[in-house]
């Protein structure tokens, strides 16, 4: 199993994106709990995943977890 560094410069959104993600929230709930687009939360998630490197959000919340991010 290959663990992914993060030593990535998140944004305060990009961590709120993170931490309702890890509390299993979907891309639709996060958008409403913040008052933004679903779109523009899939693009906030596009983006996390892209600077992570990590290959889905399963994945990126795991390493987060791991590494004490959240």
Known sequence: ???IQLIIDFTKREFEIINLLADG??????????????FTVRTHLKNILRKS???NTTALVATCIRQGLI
């Open 53 to 55: 490197q990590a290959r």
């Open 1 to 3: 199993m290959k663990h």
């Open 25 to 38: 929230n979907r891309a639709k709930d996060i958008a409403s709990t913040l008052f933004v687009s679903e």
